[in-house]
């Protein structure tokens, strides 16, 4: 019998078809294939069983960072990639983040992320601090601008071409060690969204190195473009009760009009496209009520 080397934990939800094809490009020796059942879908446990997956069911839907923790508890390996069921990756590529992490090279590794046709995501981001949320979020697009990269060095712009320590990373797979996850598991206060930011802002604090490697790739077949009132809701609320967690009340005190303004930013430059005017509208309500979790 292989060794395994590597437990991959795959939050899946109600996407039995996509799940399917994500396993069979798991399937082989050396990996322990978690799948984390989110609301326990019949079709969902029935692909996992077919993958000869180890199956966590969950009741309900308690967010993204509980199913992962959730995950974790029963992996069996020192390495832990965790990711969604809408990705697809190379067992050469897990195996090779697998081995930096293994070897110390770094605490956290995230690969190249590519979209459904094959184009590269900026997914390398900055730690949350007000600072940031003016200048990354609120001030800049986030299409990158070539002569004021120049001259500013903006995190979300940018996409090394050899590995990289860096801050954080808005990644759809990331591989690390069991123990760094049980001593330092994902936050579960967002159901969505910032939980990452939180928990890169506590490795930064526990001087974890975080690498950018991007010889692997992996697919994110999934997306995440998409724009919707709920999302954009959860975005804005967030991101202040990100910052009052992880620097306290006064840090979100600052935080706060900078996410309103940012949601009023994105209200305005999309005026032209009445698409997205529902969920602009409502993510720049949800800011201007986020002042409440200034006082949390």
């Known amino acids: 019998m292989a060794t395994i080397v590597l437990s991959c934990v795959i939050v899946a939800f109600h996407r039995p078809a996509s799940l399917d094809s994500l396993l069979r490009g798991l399937a082989g020796d050396g990996i322990e294939m978690i799948v984390v059942n989110v609301d326990d879908d019949p079709a969902v446990r029935d692909v996992a069983a077919g993958a000869g997956a180890v199956a966590v069911p969950l009741v309900g839907n308690p967010g993204y960072a509980a199913a992962v923790n959730a995950g974790v508890e029963r992996a069996s390996c020192a390495v ?9 990756v190379s067992i050469d590529d897990l195996t090779h983040l697998a081995g930096l992490v293994a070897t110390r090279a770094a605490d956290v590794v995230v690969p190249t992320v590519v979209d459904a046709s094959g184009s590269p995501e900026f997914t390398i981001s ?3 601090t007000p600072a940031n949320l003016a200048k990354e979020w609120l001030a800049l697009p986030d299409a990158p601008v070539s002569f004021l990269g120049r001259f500013v060095t903006v995190e979300k712009w940018r996409r ?3 590995r990289e ?7 759809s797979l990331v591989v690390t060690r069991r123990d760094l996850l049980m001593q330092r598991p994902l936050p579960e206060h967002y159901f969505l969204y910032w939980e990452e930011s939180d928990w890169f802002f506590g490795l930064a604090q526990d001087d974890a190195t975080v690498m950018y490697v991007p010889e692997a790739t992996c697919q994110h077949v999934g997306g995440r473009a998409d724009v919707r009132p709920d999302k954009s809701r959860l975005l804005a609320r967030n991101a202040v009760r990100c910052v009052r967690r992880t620097q306290g009340r006064w840090a979100a005190l600052v935080a706060w009009p900078i996410v ?6 994105l209200l305005v430059t999309s005026l032209r ?6 969920a602009r509208v409502a993510g720049l309500a949800a800011a201007m009520t986020a002042f409440g979790e200034v006082l949390r």
């Open 80 to 88: 832990v990639a965790f990711m969604n069921d809408d990705l697809r």
């Open 273 to 278: 496209r009445p698409n997205l005017l529902r």
């Open 160 to 162: 090394p071409d050899a």
């Open 126 to 128: 900055a730690l949350p």
């Open 165 to 171: 320590r860096i801050q954080a990373a808005a990644a």
């Open 260 to 265: 309103v303004a940012w949601n009023a930013r």
